[in-house]
């Protein structure tokens, strides 16, 4: 590993927690072609045990650093060239820890066109600017005299030019610069204001009309709905930064002045600190204003991306229903209730459209079609969609259920976010080239009850819409931090090989859509894989790949015992010792506790596989193909609360986390909008980040604290000591003036709203989020 590799792999170590080796390791199995699923799982000798968030950061540093470095070298080329590359120079571009550091080094020798100060030293004014920097006691007009011309043509235009000179220089003084940039992030103050005329228009906005904040403390929602208004025209936003200092002279000009030594009472020191003032108030302030900004919408962005990246990991570890036939309903009223029935696998076995509302109001005709479709395939669960008339087509199957004898299915409100997208999807079409695409809708809903993870990694991660303000950050950042989500929930759960849908395979680590596809076309054409190792008869599925994504494939009734778990093929011999060492049959030993927990996993240890794997096979053959998601469980929603009008202060009811985000919880209680629990009433105790109590999908109890019918709010409490409106955020609620069918709220494990098109399904809640964060604001 050469020299710059180290470097980079010690400091990475150190922000990972990690030894030197234990990154290098790492990142020689990255540039291998290794994927992090599987570095974390099974090269865990080889890394010292590094996990897969430490690798994911690895990873992520990794790229910036190399970058960085590529740049370096592009900044060292470029002087070079100029032949102003001196040793101190390049001391300090080597020694520079991010990219904002070296751009303000390279400043004075970046390639620029043609500036004020660079025609001020055409016209021969830059040794007046040296004169004046040089000799405090002379008069600056006088000097300037000196250098007069045709193009120079008095005193004034002589100063002006040296001026340029110097706040040029002034300006680009990386270590100046650095200084200044640090004190305005440590004083710097951002302000909204209201465009005028915009007030009515902009109401969403309303609490930002007249804000500030430090800077520093900005959090991501708030920085984030600022920054919206100012990109929809109804806010300005500016960073004021010193402004309660009287002094007649700014601490930044002071800065600047105590660079270059200006000061005292000599004529070239007063003339020099109005060269400082004027620097900082044309120059300076303006370069690091957008500077800060940028960093505010970065630091704001990442925060965001990764609230979404947390909420969508919860959402796919949902747990799920099982494998038991299914009903998907997708509700509607005027074109009726797209119905898809599913067997235990997913195959589709039956569909239909019911239309018991109006116009048609043919509810008896309904009810009576799905109790057929009930009784003829044997259904145990029922998937109602959470779109328009969600509501009236659960009671209309609650009524007809009531009149069932036992066993009755099972009914489930689940979201449809992101439904209509993978129903006019390549992927839907290839799956049900014959099916209308309201239908296809209907089989997502049951499938995505019976396995949430198998169904959603089918639709574009933000499209599925548990996130804030996705629709304004960095897009190449959040698909690249989502994927990475998708890939460690799919390989953390574990795929069926012979019966895994092609989106599915495609997430394994090592497989891609062309390799998935591949398997799948030689599953059909073959028929089931009856062992891990007939993989390698894939079409360009090599050794390599086998290695990456074997252990993540799981055959059932395979002719090998083994590849039903997540035991890797590399180390079956060392599972055949433990196996043998207790003398019994491997599927008689395979989930036996007590007789596994009783050996000495330090005994099978060899010279290739360590304490770590051992532990882990041994752990695997008492619980294999172990599932890390929880067990199934549903919010049972209180009988007659159906509408916001329905609540009341005081009352206590069982509802589903739809979202969470750092300032609180939304939690969906089947009233077509769900409550806010603000991250001060989420416990009896001091609540940080939502996310340490709640994440979507939790089966939580609330209290309701208040309800605003008319802006559609309900704040929620899940504290037991009686917590009050004024530490809830009191009013604040998502639902202002949407549609049932933009965002709607989840029930059973399954979360809800934020992404997807605009007004579709899945919609980003633009206005009532909005009003929610406000609110959440004031509390803070």
Avoid at 184 to 194: D, G, I, Q, S
Avoid at 366 to 382: D, F, P, T, Y
Avoid at 640 to 654: A, N, Q
Wanted: with cysteine.
């Amino acid at each position: 590993m050469s020299a710059d590799a180290k470097r980079i792999a010690a400091l990475i170590a150190t922000e990972i927690s990690a030894r030197p080796e234990q990154a290098e390791a790492a990142i020689g199995l990255l540039d291998e072609g290794a994927t992090v699923p599987f570095i974390a799982r099974y090269r865990k000798e080889v890394t010292g045990g590094l996990d897969d968030t430490q690798l994911r950061t690895l990873s992520e540093r990794l790229s910036y650093l190399r970058e960085l470095d590529q740049r370096r070298d592009t900044i060292l080329g470029s002087i070079r060239e100029q032949g102003k590359l001196t040793p101190e120079l390049e001391t300090k571009i080597a020694t520079a820890a991010t990219k904002a550091e070296l751009e303000d080094i390279y400043l004075p020798y970046k390639p620029k066109r043609r500036t004020k100060a660079q025609i001020a030293r055409e016209r021969g004014l830059g040794p007046l600017a040296e004169a004046i920097l040089a000799d405090r006691s002379k008069v600056p007009a006088d000097l300037a005299k000196d250098y007069l011309g045709d193009e120079v043509p008095d005193e004034k235009a002589a100063l002006e030019g040296a001026r340029d000179i110097l706040a040029e220089q002034f300006a680009e003084n990386a270590d100046l610069v650095g200084k200044l940039r640090n004190h305005m992030k440590e004083r710097a103050v951002l302000r909204a204001r209201v465009v005028e005329g915009k007030e009515e228009a902009g109401a969403k906005f309303s609490d930002y009309f007249d804000h500030s904040e430090r800077w520093a403390g900005v959090p991501s929602h708030r920085a984030l709905a600022m920054l919206r208004g100012r990109n929809e025209d109804v806010l300005a936003l500016d960073l004021e930064v010193d402004t309660d200092d009287t002094s007649p002279l700014k601490p930044a000009v002071r800065m600047i002045a105590a660079a270059y030594e200006i000061g005292g009472t000599l004529p070239g020191d007063q003339w020099l600190m109005e060269v400082a003032g004027w620097t900082w108030r044309v120059k300076l302030f303006l370069h690091l204003t957008l500077d800060l900004m940028r960093d505010l919408r970065e630091r704001a962005e990442e925060e965001a991306i990764n609230v979404f990246a947390r909420n969508l990991k919860d959402l796919l570890l949902a747990a799920p229903a099982g494998t038991r036939a299914t009903m998907g309903l997708d509700p509607g009223i005027r074109t009726g209730v797209k119905v898809a029935v599913v067997d235990a696998t997913g195959k589709l076995l039956d569909t239909e459209t019911v239309y018991p509302f109006p116009p048609r109001n043919d509810l008896r005709g309904g009810q009576a079609a799905l109790s057929a479709l009930i009784r003829k395939h044997g259904v145990e669960l029922i998937a109602i969609g959470n779109g328009t008339a969600s509501r009236e087509t659960e009671k209309m199957v609650a009524d007809m259920l009531s009149d069932m004898p036992a066993p009755k299915p099972l009914k489930v409100v689940v979201s449809e976010a992101g439904a209509s997208v993978y129903s006019a999807s390549p992927t839907a079409a290839a799956e049900f080239p014959d099916l209308d695409v309201s239908l296809r809708g209907a089989v997502s809903i049951a499938r995505r009850l019976q396995d949430p993870l198998a169904e959603l990694v089918k639709i574009e991660p933000k499209s599925i819409g548990v996130g804030q303000y996705q629709h304004d950050v960095d897009q190449y950042r959040l698909a690249k931090a989502l994927d990475a989500v998708v890939e460690d929930a799919v390989n953390a759960v574990g795929v069926d090989l012979n019966t895994a849908s092609k989106s599915l395979l495609a997430r394994v680590s090592g497989l891609g859509e062309s390799i998935a596809e591949a398997i799948v076309a030689h599953r059909d054409a073959n028929g089931a894989f009856s062992s891990r190792r007939e993989l390698l008869e894939v079409a360009r599925l090599g050794q390599r790949t086998f290695e990456q994504c074997a252990g993540f494939l799981r055959i059932q009734n395979g002719t090998e015992p083994l590849d039903a778990s997540s035991v890797h093929p590399e180390a079956y011999g060392v599972a055949r010792k433990i196996v043998a060492s207790c003398g019994r049959d491997v599927r008689a030993l395979m989930g036996d506790a007590g007789a596994l927990k009783a050996l000495d996993p330090r005994v099978f240890v060899d010279d290739r596989f360590g304490l770590p794997t051992v532990r882990d096979i041994i752990s695997e053959l008492e619980k294999p193909g172990r599932d890390p998601r929880p067990a199934f469980r549903t919010a049972t929603f209180a009988e007659g609360i159906d509408d916001i009008k329905d609540l009341k202060p005081g009352m206590s009811l069982e509802g589903t986390v739809t979202n969470v985000a750092a300032f609180g919880a939304f939690v969906d209680i089947g009233v077509h909008q769900d409550g806010l629990v603000h991250v001060s009433q989420l416990a009896d105790r001091f609540v940080k980040d939502a996310h340490e109590v709640v994440k979507a999908g939790d089966v939580v109890k609330v209290r309701v604290l208040e309800v605003d019918i008319k802006r559609k709010r309900i704040s929620l409490s899940m504290r037991k000591d009686g917590g009050s409106a004024a530490g809830a955020g009191a009013g604040a609620g998502t639902g202002a003036g949407r549609p049932r069918d933009q965002g709607k709220p989840a029930r059973a494990a399954m979360p809800r709203n934020g992404g997807g098109k605009p007004g579709g399904r899945g919609s980003e809640p633009q206005g009532a989020l909005a009003a929610a964060l406000a609110q959440a604001m004031k509390k803070k």
